[in-house]
């Protein structure tokens, strides 16, 4: 489980991703394509990464899954065939740390949504992942850290 939950202000972040369709039993390999290739492109023409990888959900149906998997950068690149610019969204969002293998990392995002709601807030668009940890330096699946991003609407 989630370590804290906080509400984090966030300035819009400009983004290179891939985004598509993919389903729920293929999520781990798409997001296993993705990101390299994102990665090797922004390397590839000279541009700078501002952060951890991404993914964001932006349609669950069913075994279907909306996928965006991505780079924050300094500044938005021209897109390359599935690679494109956009941006994640500025302001308030709720943050849940969690830390251990990627399969909690549903029960944190439930958590977080239930500790959303206790506060009376509204999310304002769907949720991403920043994958503070890179697994191919800490291989111990226990000390991963990933934070969950859900973006809120304006409180009044």
Do not use: C
């Not at 300094?74 to 849940?96: H, K, M, N, T, Y």
């Not at 999310?123 to 291989?139: F, K, Q, R, S």
Request: glycine content about 10%.
């Amino acid at each position: 489980m989630p370590e804290e939950y906080t509400i984090r202000t966030l300035a819009p972040q400009p983004v290179m991703s891939i985004r598509g369709w993919t389903t729920a039993a293929e999520l781990s390999q798409a997001i296993g394509e993705r990101l390299p290739a994102v990665w090797r492109y922004v390397r590839e023409v000279g541009g700078m990464i501002a952060g951890p990888p991404f993914t964001r959900y932006h349609a669950i149906e069913g075994e279907r899954v909306d996928l965006e998997a991505g780079l924050p950068v300094r500044s938005a690149l021209p897109a390359r065939g599935e690679i494109r610019p956009g941006e994640l969204p500025g302001g308030d969002a709720a943050v849940a740390t969690h830390v251990g293998p990627y399969e909690g990392l549903p029960a944190t995002g439930a958590a977080l949504a239930k500790w959303v709601a206790a506060r009376g807030r509204t999310a304002a668009g769907p949720n991403w992942e920043l994958y503070v940890t890179d697994p191919g330096i800490e291989p111990n699946p226990a000390k991963w850290r990933t934070e969950i991003l859900k973006p809120l609407t304006k409180s009044s």
